[in-house]
């Protein structure tokens, strides 16, 4: 059966109202003649009673002017676009994107179909990210701590203030770098290891101190917490938090130096030297290392004599002497009230730690002079040569001969 003229301006109208989207048409006097039935639910007015009417009476005088440079636009023939922010009928807030389509004939223009799209879900959306965006642009800029955002390569995408004042750099000057070029060479591997785990998925986040290397030459100890956010489209991201712990750092390091460290004499204590003599058995090497054990003969006698003040006095000379005497790679230790043992890493043979052994008796010898009072000083000295699998052993033969001197 044919299909009338009619019979299709019915179905097209029918096609049109069903559309979710405002459809009119407004001729070049500005005065409507098509509308659809979702104007109904934007303005409150029937379509049909539309049809006739000037536009500035379905916008009213304040959107009509808002409007009135697009619908000057078009009715020069050109297409216009734009976003509009309407109350409905209703009270509702409604986002629209709107079109105006001129419709020319002949180099003229006879008006212009309006197409107006509700896009509110969508800006809704969009204000919610920029919000999130404006949320994380204000955190990150006003922390107290440092945070960035790098690559999965390593480079800085953004840094925030407390990061640059951190590292000594501009903003700019740190996304020139990656994070490899202001860390401590020694914490590399480790750094590029996490990274790794972050890119292929073995690790959620990572957690860790490391050194940082400042513009200035500084180098700091920073507690680094970085996990990956994915973004298939924009490519994935770590995100880092940044935070300066070398004051920590350097309270513990004196914490662990002063736990290792003799007070009196400034030599290592009982613990360093067994720390010392476990990590060379742990090593398990059966080079023989020397060690000399040295007792001072009859200290109780100063300390009777001149007092324990004294007595401390002597003992700490006693250490400078040790000090000013080993090498930098042997270990001077305070293991007892008067006894010292140096365990000597620099030595090459036997034959040479026993003749430093008779050196030491000589040099550690007083008279010393404290306070214009000269205080008598012998010492007795052991020593030993052995493989470090066996601290045990050399502390005991160092010891034996020490004795062994003393009753000589």
Not at 89 to 118: E, H, I, K, S
Not at 344 to 371: C, K, N, T
Not at 391 to 404: H, K, T, V
Request: proline letters at 3%; aromatic letters at 6%; one cysteine or more.
């Amino acid at each position: 059966m044919a299909v009338t003229r009619n019979t299709s301006n019915e179905v097209m109208h029918r096609a049109v109202d069903r559309l979710p989207s405002m459809i009119g048409y407004w001729d070049s006097s500005l005065r409507n003649v098509f509308a659809n039935r979702v104007y109904a639910d934007y303005f409150g007015i029937d379509p049909r009673d539309l049809v006739g009417k000037h536009i500035s009476e379905l916008l009213g005088e304040a959107l009509y002017q808002l409007n009135l440079p697009y619908i000057t636009g078009v009715l020069a023939g050109e297409q216009q676009q734009f976003d509009r922010t309407l109350i409905d009928v209703n009270g509702a807030v409604r986002v629209t994107q709107t079109t105006y389509v001129p419709d020319v004939v002949d180099a003229t223009v006879l008006g212009f179909t309006v197409m107006a799209v509700d896009v509110s879900a969508r800006a809704e959306a969009e204000r919610q990210r920029d919000r999130a965006v404006r949320l994380f642009q204000i955190a990150m800029e006003n922390a107290p701590i440092g945070k960035a955002v790098l690559t999965v390569d390593g480079r800085w995408l953004q840094v925030n203030k407390a990061l640059c004042e951190l590292l000594g750099y501009t903003s700019e000057e740190l996304q020139q770098k990656t994070f490899r070029d202001l860390t401590h060479p020694d914490d590399i591997p480790l750094a590029d290891e996490h990274l790794r785990g972050l890119a292929d998925g073995t690790l959620t986040n990572v957690a860790s101190e490391k050194r940082y290397l400042r513009k200035d030459g500084a180098t700091i100890w920073v507690q680094r917490n970085a996990t990956l956010v994915r973004d298939a489209e924009a490519g994935d991201v770590v995100i880092a938090q940044i935070q300066d712990i070398t004051a920590r750092k350097d309270a513990e390091m004196t914490l662990e130096r002063q736990a290792l460290i003799d007070d009196l004499t400034l030599l290592g204590n009982r613990r360093r030297l067994m720390a010392e003599l476990n990590s060379l058995k742990e090593k398990s090497s059966d080079r023989p290392v020397g060690m000399l054990f040295v007792d001072v003969d009859d200290f109780k006698s100063i300390n009777d004599r001149f007092g324990h003040a004294v007595g401390d006095r002597v003992l700490a000379a006693i250490g400078r002497r040790v000090l000013d005497n080993v090498r930098a790679a042997d270990v001077a230790c305070r293991i007892g009230g008067d006894e010292f043992v140096a365990l000597l890493l620099s030595a090459r043979s036997a034959d040479g730690v026993e003749r430093l052994a008779d050196r030491v008796r000589g040099f550690l010898a007083g008279p010393y002079d404290i306070d214009g009072t000269d205080v008598p000083v012998s010492v007795s000295v052991g020593w030993s040569w052995e493989p470090t699998t066996d601290p045990d052993q050399m502390l005991r033969i160092a010891d034996e001969r020490m004795y062994s001197s003393k009753r000589a």
